[in-house]
């Protein structure tokens, strides 16, 4: 990194491709060629938001999974008369599981390239979810959930990273927090397609409720013939031309392509002697220096702390939530669900119009505070609702349930959620970036699958009002986690960035830097230019 640091310092790489005389006439050609037109400029800006769209396709398979077990475990049970401990293996195996497909999709999109991993996640995943449509055993429906889960790992871990590097500096942050909306907008048909199909025989209705998540694969299919390659992945494999012709199709000008281009192949390292191979990657994030152990924190733990704090477990658990609040009936139970996925869409793209205006450690503040006040709420109102019956009726129980429910998914989605993708894709430099992003995976992966296996058994111990309780105790920790372990990103890009974290400058202290308060509410142009 120091390297790569001396070389953002003191000019061109001497690796570079171009030689110094050939980038300086190439920049001028450019600079004096006329300034792209508005509608060109806007063309070319839907064109990247297209592709993040398309990228982000895959949270959809992730969203839906997670949304539609919740209530399809309902059905399960009566129809394959699964026991306790076997719900909470099929609903937590699939988060285990994907970070197999992360780590492997690390390496994978590596190899060819990031958009054809995405394809491949998505070919598995289809797999998987037809087996499990059809499974006529909970044997049979584990060996389909397991591919799924690996499908799942795979487009979710390289999603991110493909649209953090076609993106621009000023729109990074909306761009690569799509994917957290398209989860949110799975996990919200998941929870319709609950509530359509719950009438249906619970024979066939959660072979339906699974069988319709086959359906965005199938749009990643034909996304992969739309969208680009990245441009960072093209310098890597020093496929310079194919490169320009990228960023061609998504800058605002030809003399910001030979900026980027330079940017990118500084960062990159074109040659044989910086180019690190898999192993030599791995043990820089094994054996990592201080910069790298800042970005190790910062990436990985914000994925950590996303799952820990129980945003899964009240996903996957909400029916078991609800009911404990006092709901009855299996449609009233799926009805409040959908409720809680409708918060949760809607509060997303509340935190997308704000992300590279207010920034990212702001948001971060509001969501930790408001999931730890929700998260103490909920268990207060279980706790009520089970022992102090007398001094409220059940139907203000239940309502102060759901409002708590609604409350923490809103509150996770205004911050924690759509932020950890956009960090866990930006802290780390193009070297290690697919490996510490499938770390990260790993960790965030673990901690959901280790969360919501256990869920209901120490519910069982502690009760449900119990978990929440514990649940709020860990969010005041990601507080704090926040505060020391958190820099402001907003309006970098990916080489300042490594820049940031090279010279550890604005990581002391965690606070939010005085120039980006600053900026809070007018716009920096010469941020959004910088690719």
């Known amino acids: 990194m120091a390297d790569a640091g001396a070389a953002v310092n003191g000019g061109r790489n001497k690796y570079a491709v171009l030689d110094r005389s050939e980038e300086q006439e190439t920049k001028l050609d450019a600079q004096r060629r006329p300034p792209v037109p508005e509608s060109e400029r806007r063309r070319r800006e839907r064109f990247v938001f297209a592709c993040a769209v398309f990228a982000s396709l895959n949270a959809i398979l992730l969203g839906y999974d997670v949304g539609v077990m919740s209530g399809c475990i309902i059905y399960m049970q009566k129809d394959l008369h699964i026991t306790e401990f076997q719900q909470e293996i099929l609903v937590g195996c699939l988060s285990v599981v994907s970070l197999l497909g992360s780590l492997s999709g690390g390496r994978t999109s590596d190899a060819i390239g990031r958009k054809w991993t995405m394809g491949l996640g998505a070919i598995v995943f289809q797999l998987g979810a037809v087996i499990m449509t059809f499974a006529p055993s909970f044997t049979v429906l584990m060996i389909g959930r397991l591919l799924a889960g690996v499908g799942i790992g795979f487009g979710a871990m390289v999603s991110g990273v493909y649209i953090a590097e076609i993106s621009p500096a000023g729109a990074r942050g909306t761009l690569t927090s799509l994917p957290e909306i398209c989860i949110n907008l799975g996990i919200l048909l998941g929870y319709v397609s609950n509530y359509a199909f719950s009438g249906l025989s619970e024979h066939i209705n959660w072979r339906i409720m699974l069988g319709v998540g086959i359906l965005p694969s199938v749009f990643i299919g034909f996304a992969l013939f739309v969208i680009p390659e990245s441009p960072r992945w093209l310098m890597m494999e020093k496929r310079v031309s194919e490169a320009r012709a990228v960023l061609l199709q998504i800058s605002e000008s030809e003399a910001e392509v030979e900026e980027r281009l330079a940017e990118i192949e500084e960062a990159a390292g074109l040659m044989k002697s910086m180019k690190s191979e898999d192993k030599e990657v791995w043990r820089e994030l094994l054996n990592p220096s201080p910069a790298v152990r800042r970005m190790l924190y910062a990436g990985c733990g914000i994925q950590l702390f996303q799952q820990i704090t129980g945003i899964d477990a009240t996903v996957y658990y909400s029916p078991t939530i609800f009911k404990d609040a006092g709901i009855k009936s299996d449609q009233e139970l799926l009805a409040a669900t959908v409720a809680v996925g409708f918060t949760k869409t809607v509060f997303i793209l509340v935190a997308i119009f704000l992300i590279d205006k207010v920034g990212r450690k702001p948001l971060l503040y509001v969501s930790t505070i408001g999931m730890t006040a929700c998260l103490f709420l909920l268990g207060v109102a279980l706790t009520l609702q089970k022992h102090a019956m007398g001094l409220m009726s059940p139907r203000v129980g239940i309502d102060l349930a759901i409002f708590a429910v609604c409350g923490n998914v809103a509150f ?8 950890c993708w956009v960090l866990s894709s930006e802290v780390f430099p193009l070297r290690l970036r697919a490996q510490g992003s499938a770390l990260g995976q790993v960790g965030g992966r673990v901690s959901s699958g280790l969360v919501s296996m256990s869920f209901l058994s120490m519910a069982r111990a502690i009760s449900v009002a119990g978990m929440f309780f514990l649940f709020a105790a860990i969010s005041t920790i990601s507080v704090l986690f926040v505060y020391f372990c958190v820099p402001e990103t ?36 010469k941020f959004v230019r910088l690719g």
């Open 412 to 419: 996770f989605s205004i911050g924690m959620g759509p932020i």
């Open 490 to 525: 907003k309006g970098k890009t990916l080489e300042q960035i490594e820049m940031m974290f090279e010279s550890g400058d604005e990581w002391r202290g965690g606070e939010i830097e005085l120039e980006d308060t600053q900026h809070l509410i007018p716009s920096n142009d």
